[in-house]
Each structure stands twice: as structure tokens, then as C-alpha cells.
């Protein structure tokens, strides 16, 4: 059973647009949703993250928009670059522990 | 700063063989947990160590056994290596006071033949 939920699988994007990658999740216990960004051949690394109190949280290009009623979060890359280009991973973690619980990933291509 | 750092980096097995991995976490860092990572699928979650003992365990069969040392590195054992067992297994580290923070290594590429 996934417990989170993550689309779309592959987005292809044009230089200096915005991404946007989707997921939802069903357990309320869940207080932390972070995003991954990971390059091949590497593991993944912390992008941004949101904790359910706050609706929206922006750093540099990167934007997480959360709706706690929906169960659902989203990041969105703006001004894509070609640098960009990789898998976003999203997760969630229970209050109850510390398991972390991550989307399938999204493989991201920005075209130059 | 090294970061978290994992060995071998890749690995090669047969059905049935045992099969250790080994992480060093981030400095400063405590806690240290275990993914499993397949082709095309995000990490699940095997378990994690603190102060030398597993504090919480994923949905993993008995098959994987961990160990946590007094200088916070680790290893992942696998037993009776099935050809399912072949994955990405990552290692990450964290502090406990902030276990949300959590940076991984660049992983073990484990293949069973």
C-alpha cells in the first residue's frame, strides 16, 4: 500500500518554465513533508520541506504549496533550467515515529 | 565535512549468500537509518538505530539485521540473498534532536544473480 502518493511519473518542461510535481497522502498523522531531489549515481537530497501549519513555504525557485483538507502537497519549480533535470521524491513522516514514507518519484527533464 | 559515506559502493551476489553494508554517517550525527531503494521506486524504509539499537523497523522480513556502533557508523546485513533483494540500499543520518533533517549517502548498488 503506498501511503503517498506521487504524479506524474515524468514531466518534460522548456527552460524558464515552471514544473510542477503533485502528491497525496491518507494517514492525518503525518507533520513533515519533504521533498527530495536526487541525480543518478547519487542519493537523495533535502530540497524543501512544510509541516501543515504553514499553507505555503518559497525557497528561491522552489515553492511547496500544502492543502491539509485535500491531504495533498505540491512543489513547484519555477524558471526550470536544465539543471533541474532529475527525480523529485516526495515523503511524508508520521508524529508517531520516525519512518519516513516516500512518493515513487517523478523524473524531471528540462529541455534547454 | 565527508557527508554520509557508504561501502562497498557496488556488489555483486549470489542467491542464498549474506551480504553487509556499511555507512558512516554525517558528523554530529546520532541516528542513522536504512532504505531500500528499487529500480524506479522511492526508498522504503528498513529501520533505524540510535544508541546502538533499533528504534523503529520498516516492513522488512528478518532476513535484514542491522548493527549500530559507539562511534554511530553502521552496517545492513541481508541473509539468504533473494534475487528481489537487488536495489539501491541507502544510508541516512541525522541528529535525534532534529531527525527530520535527514541527509543520505550515495548508496550501495547490490546485485543478486
Known amino acids: 500500500q503506498q501511503q503517498v502518493k506521487q504524479s506524474p511519473q515524468s514531466l518534460i518542461v522548456q527552460k524558464g518554465g515552471i514544473s510542477i510535481i503533485n502528491c497525496a497522502y491518507e494517514?492525518?498523522?503525518?507533520?513533515?513533508f519533504p521533498w527530495y531531489q536526487q541525480f543518478p549515481g547519487k542519493g537523495p537530497a533535502l530540497l524543501i520541506a512544510?509541516?501543515?501549519?504553514?499553507s505555503e513555504k518559497k525557497e528561491g525557485r522552489f515553492t511547496i504549496s500544502f492543502n491539509k483538507s485535500a491531504k495533498q502537497f505540491s512543489l513547484h519549480i519555477m524558471d526550470s533550467q536544465p539543471g533541474d533535470s532529475a527525480t523529485y521524491f516526495c515523503a511524508a513522516e508520521s508524529n508517531t515515529g520516525n519512518q519516513f514514507y516516500f512518493g515513487t518519484g517523478t523524473s524531471l527533464t528540462v529541455i534547454p | 565535512d565527508a557527508g554520509v559515506t557508504q561501502s562497498p559502493t557496488h556488489l555483486i551476489k549470489t542467491r542464498g549468500q549474506q551480504v553487509t553494508l556499511r555507512c558512516s554517517p554525517k558528523?554530529?550525527?546520532?541516528?542513522v537509518s536504512w532504505y531500500q531503494q528499487a529500480l524506479g521506486q522511492g526508498p522504503q524504509f528498513i529501520f533505524q538505530y540510535y544508541e546502538e539499537e533499533e528504534r523503529q523497523r520498516g516492513n522488512f522480513p528478518d532476513r535484514f539485521s542491522g548493527h549500530q556502533f559507539p562511534n554511530y557508523s553502521s552496517e545492513l546485513n541481508v541473509n539468504a540473498l533473494l534475487l528481489g533483494d537487488s536495489a539501491l540500499y541507502l544510508c541516512?543520518?541525522?541528529?535525534?534532536?532534529?531527525?527530520?533533517?535527514?541527509?543520505f549517502g550515495p548508496g550501495t548498488r547490490l546485485l543478486v544473480l
Open positions: 512544510i509541516r501543515p501549519d504553514v
Open positions: 558528523s554530529g550525527h546520532d541516528t
Open positions: 494517514n492525518t498523522a503525518f507533520d513533515y
Open positions: 541516512a543520518s541525522s541528529p535525534l534532536a532534529a531527525q527530520e533533517t535527514q541527509y
